[in-house]
């Protein structure tokens, strides 16, 4: 593995139902499963902090794609939807839909970054043939 820029430390205990806590202390939260699995729906879940970090990574990644090409993307708007469904063997499995909307681009240049950055985000490497993941772009799917 390669030097890494950063690297983020996190520890959890008890798992979805427990306690969660980065190592610099700016996350400390509770855990909880979501009401549409069985759980009281009291603390995060995973799966809401999984959306915050893909569409936060996708709008960087967006906004440095657009600069690079005298682009406006700044003002870009992702909507993540992180969901768990039924897979075989009663396991579950992740889907992501990112609605993304970037105002200040015509529908062509704003469907042609997109999906430039879906290419070089980390999550989307990250995720790319795990995981189904869908683009709307303002409005239309990709």
Known sequence: MTEALYTAHAQVTGGRNGHGRTSDGRLD???????GLGGDGEGVNPEQLFAIG???CFGTTLDVLGRRAELTADDAEIDAAVSLAPAEGGRLRLGVELRISLPSLTDEQATELAGAAH???PYSRATRDNIDVRLVVNGTPL
């Open 29 to 35: 939260l509770d855990l909880r499963q979501p009401k």
């Open 54 to 56: 893909y569409a936060a």
């Open 119 to 121: 290419q070089a985000c």
